[in-house]
């Protein structure tokens, strides 16, 4: 089965990280919280394996404190919720997400669109 590296090792450096600060990030310990085997963790932080479903891959990301969309992209997974999303409006979210990558916004330009969109919606 092949693996992804990248998102193993980033697996790997977060539990391993916390780990110093608490036991629960044990790899057993940690496997069991995600709902996966021990073994198959393993293998996913060592690159042999695939990543987990994207559910398992968010629960990861609640337990080690880091952003769920970054594992999912590392993981070359999409959160089902915004396949949902995408899939509503098909037409209009690839537009949109088209025209944004054209005009070359930065991750500061599409945060400030976010939070103009926030505001007026409040």
Do not use: H
Request: proline share 6%; charged share 40%.
């Amino acid at each position: 089965m092949a693996g992804n590296k990248r998102f193993g090792d980033r697996i790997r450096l977060l539990r391993e990280a916390r780990k110093k600060e608490d036991p629960a990030f044990s790899l057993r310990k940690f496997a069991q919280a995600v709902g996966i085997s021990p073994t198959f963790l393993s293998k996913i932080e060592k690159g042999e394996f695939t990543p987990p479903a994207p559910e398992r891959i968010k629960k990861m990301a609640e337990l080690l404190g880091v952003d769920a969309d970054e594992l999912l992209a590392l993981a070359n997974k999409m959160d089902p919720d915004l396949s949902d999303i995408i899939k509503d409006q098909p037409k209009a979210m690839a537009d949109f997400l088209r025209t944004a990558r054209d005009a070359g916004l930065t991750v500061e330009d599409l945060r400030a669109i976010t939070e103009k969109i926030r505001r007026q919606k409040d």
